[in-house]
């Protein structure tokens, strides 16, 4: 007596790269970030930001992700960095490997109020940042410096 296999168990779990977004907005001398409610980095602060949809755009992906965690609306303006995110288990096997792409964008209005996969959003005081005490994800001090630095050439 023969039984089926499931060949479809017996196939590698698909762990990436995926394509996200992240959304870098500033409002004066402060920069908009969130909580993340969900793993991976459940608990630390970063930036808005998401899975791009099959068929949607960069630009659009971030701003509706923006506004999704947020309720801020927001205008993409440019993409101007990327930074891979490796997520391992505790034995260090890959689980995802997401390509998070940070889009520039100007508050056009709204004050932030934590939705979908924020347990928090608030904007923070550039000058403050570095002594906040935040846990934050890989990379955001270094796509926040870099961000700044982008608006004020444009300007």
């Not at 490796?86 to 034995?91: A, I, N, P, R």
């Not at 792409?101 to 709204?110: E, F, N, P, Q």
Request: glycine fraction near 10%.
């Amino acid at each position: 007596m023969t039984s089926a296999i499931d060949t479809a168990a017996l196939k590698p779990q698909h762990v990436g790269p995926v394509a996200a977004t992240i959304g870098v907005v500033f409002k004066d001398e402060r920069v908009l970030l969130v909580r993340r409610r969900n793993e991976p980095d459940a608990g630390y602060w970063g930036f808005p930001g998401g899975k791009i949809d099959r068929g949607e755009t960069i630009m659009a992906a971030a701003t509706r992700e923006i506004f999704e965690e947020t309720s801020v609306t927001a205008d993409a303006v440019k993409t101007f960095t990327a930074v891979d995110v490796l997520d391992k288990d505790e034995g260090g096997v890959l689980r995802h490997h997401f390509v998070l792409i940070a889009v520039l964008c100007h508050w056009v209005v709204g004050e932030p109020v934590a939705g979908d996969d924020a347990l928090e959003a608030r904007w923070w005081d550039l000058d403050a940042l570095d002594d906040a005490g935040l846990v934050m994800s890989f990379g955001v001090m270094d796509v926040v410096r870099e961000g700044y630095a982008l608006l004020h050439a444009r300007q």
